[in-house]
């Protein structure tokens, strides 16, 4: 008929252990907070990353902006009206020739001296104080904008 059954009492072992009951909620708890601690410091970082990015970019508009206008003003000062033209944008150089814009600069008051002001990276626009020949002084807004081909920024109108 079948297999005896098993003797009643002390003397039947389970096949494995159960498993522990102690200390479940403490381990739970712990794997949760890592695995927390984990997700924050992967999407922390990646924002953090972020806004590196972003101010690095910033401080790079700047620079190039303040260096474009730097050269075309000191080329106006210095006469040197190829370097100042060579910072013109793709559209300004369109509308003037080299010939027509040394042509123009050449007739217009000297500059004499410059001060470059902040460049605005929203706006892509520099104040310029100028004094030009006689002691006149204006301050002059610099409109730039990225080359397309390159990306560097350079000078596209003055005003």
């Known amino acids: 008929m079948g297999a005896p059954a098993p003797p009643p009492g002390p003397g039947v072992v389970p096949p494995f252990a159960a498993p522990p009951t102690e200390g479940r909620q403490a381990r739970l708890w712990l794997g949760l907070g890592v695995g927390a601690l984990a997700l924050l410091l992967c999407c922390g970082g990646g924002g953090a990353a972020l806004v590196g990015f972003a101010v690095s970019n910033v401080q790079a508009v700047r620079e190039q902006g303040r260096t474009a206008t730097e050269h075309y003003y000191q080329g106006l000062r210095d006469r040197n009206y190829d370097e100042s033209y060579d910072q013109l944008c793709e559209d300004a150089q369109?509308?003037?020739?080299?010939?027509?814009?040394?042509?123009?600069?050449?007739?217009?008051?000297?500059?004499?001296?410059?001060?470059?002001?902040?460049?605005d990276p929203n706006s892509l626009t520099v104040p310029v104080d100028v004094t030009f020949t006689g002691g006149d002084r204006r301050t002059q807004q610099v409109t730039l904008a990225p080359d397309s081909?390159?990306?560097?920024?350079?000078?596209?109108?003055?005003?």
């Open 94 to 119: 369109r509308r003037e020739s080299r010939a027509q814009f040394e042509r123009r600069v050449s007739e217009q008051p000297q500059v004499t001296a410059y001060r470059v002001g902040e460049v």
């Open 149 to 159: 081909g390159t990306g560097s920024i350079e000078v596209c109108g003055i005003s």
